[in-house]
Structures are given as C-alpha cells and as structure tokens.
C-alpha cells in the first residue's frame, strides 16, 4: 500500500482504552471519528445526549470544546426522532454559534443507535466565522445550524435541500430540487467570499426513489468539465422534511484548487477523484472490486492511494476515512482492516450503512493532509 511519509503537519492522534482513534489532529483541524451513545437502547434524546457528552469529552482530549465545533453529520435511524434530537443537541452551542450540519436518515447505524455523530473541530476560535445571508435569500433553518462555518480557510455548509425560500415549496422533481439547491448552495458561498470553484467536497444525498441522473444534470449546470469537486453520492432512506435530495459542501478560500484525475479517467463536470488545497486532499468516494469485503476495501483503499499519489501524498496521510458499508456486519472486518493498512497513524473512521450499488460492499470516502 506504499511506504509511510512524515506528515509535514503536524499531527496527534487521541484514542480510548482500546487504542482505537477517537480523533486526530492535523494542523489546527481535529478530525473526529464516530460518536456513539453510551446506550443504544435508550431513547434518543438521551441517545442524543450522550453521544453529546463523548464528544464534549473527546474534545476535551485535546484541550477543546463545543465552542471549536465547526461541522456535524448526524445519522439517523429514522427520520421521525428529528426534532426530539434537535430538541437537545441545540443545548450543548451558544445560540447563534451553531456548528454546520447535515442530518441524514441512514439504513443502518452501528449497534443499533438511533443517532451517531460525525463532526469536525478546530482548534483557533479566532478564525472561526459564522457564514450568514440574507435570511430572506435562503430556506429557514430547520434546527440548530448555521447556515455555514468558516475556519481557517475551509468553509464548511450545512446540508440543504431544495425548498423555495420563499414559499416554502419543493419542486416535484429530483432535479429542480438538486437545482434549487444549488443556488441556495450558491448564495451561502457568496455570502462567504466564494463560488463554486472553491468548492472541493461535495456530498450528495438522497432515496432510492431520486432520480440520480437528474441531480447529475444539475451539478453539471454549475461545474464544468474538470473543474468539479470531488463527491460523495449516497442514497440513503430519508431526509428531514421530505426533501428528494439533500447537499452539502466544504470549500475553501483558495484562488487555485488543483483537481486531479487518473490516466484513464477523463474529466468530468459531475465529480473529481481528488481535489488538492493548500496540502489537504479531498477524495470522492470510490468502491473496490472483489469477492469479498476484504477484496473491495484493498481496492478502493487502492483507488484512493493512486489518486494521493498525483498530490505526491501516500496512505499514511489520511485523517479521516467515511466508511459507506452495505451491511453493519462488516464493520468489524472494516475496523480490523484499517488497524492492519495503517499501523503507525490510525485516521479517524466514521461507518454507517447505505444503500450501495448492487454486489457493492464498501465505498470509502478520504481526506488527507500532507
């Protein structure tokens, strides 16, 4: 899997009482694995709860707090526990410093829990900003998020879906919601700075019921060929409010993001393999290939190796994987495998359940810094 490099970052990993990393330190950003309840039979405001306390105490690991929280993913086991889960994760921010989100209803999440977090902090207050536009350009909020984040250079959004800020009215369609939500996408970037050149990860989520050609289309109207970002697309269950299609952003206050394409691989206006700023790479989500899981995580962990190598980087720089599995069984198997891929630098690994193309068994999402 290639040798291991120094990271020219600076970096420290924390970990719990069984030497699994909780989070990592890369520079001023602190990639944090997967936050559980403690209780996964319990209800989910107490799940909520909970999984809210462990990470007040992995921040605490490395002398941060909620106030250093820029981003959140929350997973969900259904969609209905929405505003009970709002309800208490609003608790732990100061109103008005909310970190950005993205809620999504998930298939499966690991033990059984009714809610995981997924979230990113950074450790220099004074270079966190709170992005807000004019309240009457974009959809009302739904819950305690801000509408973006600035830290450092990286510009995290929340997850937005398609509704008229107006009127409050979905399009019928997957595409004029994927449409209407990236002018809202795009008026948030404004807000900050930025456009849509500046974007360098993009994660689209919907049902299997959406018209995955059609948010193709969509995205495709905004980026043109080679200059996409790179992508995440997964189908899920549901999504807050009946939404067909929800998307969300990272970029960055870079004039020159560098995409990167494999020989064999033309570029596109829908998504890039990779894409570099400022010694950070963001890698879209990629599937191995193979007749087990072991085969399909090599491989797409493979995929990802070849891709870093174009940004002159190798596996060892990796701080966080997203693991996309067909099925919770295998996350044990996914654990034990990244422990034996990267024995020196463990990144932090988030693992949820999707609805992954058919004889798909993992996609794995990267980001890496040099």
């Known amino acids: 899997m290639g040798e291991s490099s120094q990271p020219e970052t600076p970096r420290q990993s924390f970990r719990d009482a069984n030497g699994r990393t909780v989070a990592l330190m890369a520079g001023q950003t602190l990639y944090l694995s997967a936050v559980s309840p403690e209780d996964a039979e319990a209800p989910v405001a107490d799940q909520t709860g909970s999984a809210m306390d462990r990470l ?10 909620y106030g250093h929280v820029v981003s959140c993913h929350v997973h969900l086991s259904d969609m209905d526990d929405y505003a009970e889960m709002n309800s208490v994760y609003g608790r732990y921010f100061s109103e ?3 970190p950005a989100r993205t809620t999504l209803e998930v298939p499966g999440v690991p033990e059984g829990a009714g809610v995981l977090l997924m979230c990113v902090a950074y450790a220099d207050v004074s270079e966190i900003e709170v992005i807000r536009p004019p309240e009457d350009r974009i959809p009302a909020a739904m819950g305690p998020y801000s509408p973006a984040v600035r830290a450092g250079k990286a510009v995290y959004l929340s997850g937005q879906g398609g509704r008229d800020p107006a009127t409050g009215e979905l399009s019928e369609t997957s595409g004029g919601q994927a449409e209407r939500t990236l002018a809202t996408i795009g008026i948030i970037l404004d807000a900050a700075g930025l456009d849509f050149d500046n974007a360098v990860l993009a994660g689209t989520y919907s049902p299997a019921s959406a018209e995955q050609g059609e948010i193709d289309s969509a995205l495709e109207g905004v980026f043109s060929p080679g200059a996409a970002p790179s992508r995440a697309n997964v189908i899920l269950s549901r999504l807050p409010g009946d ?3 929800e998307i969300t952003i990272i970029a960055v206050d870079d004039s020159y993001v560098t995409r990167l394409f494999m020989h064999d691989q033309p570029p596109t206006a829908a998504s890039s393999p990779a894409s570099l700023s400022g010694g950070v790479a963001y890698m879209s989500a990629m599937p191995g290939s193979g007749a087990t899981f072991r085969e399909q995580f090599l491989g797409a962990l493979k995929l990802h190796e070849s891709a870093l190598g174009l940004a ?10 997203t693991a996309y599995l067909s099925d919770l069984a295998d996350l044990e198997e996914l654990r034990s495998l990244v422990s ?13 359940q999707a609805h992954n193309p058919d004889g798909v068994a993992v996609v794995l999402e990267t980001i890496a810094v040099q």
């Open 243 to 245: 939404i067909a299609v």
């Open 340 to 352: 034996e891929t990267f024995p020196e630098s463990e990144p932090a690994v988030t693992a949820i």
């Open 56 to 65: 007040g105490e992995i921040l605490g690991m490395a002398g941060l707090d």
């Open 312 to 321: 002159l980087m190798q596996l060892p720089d990796v701080v966080r994987i």
């Open 96 to 98: 008005g410093g909310y």
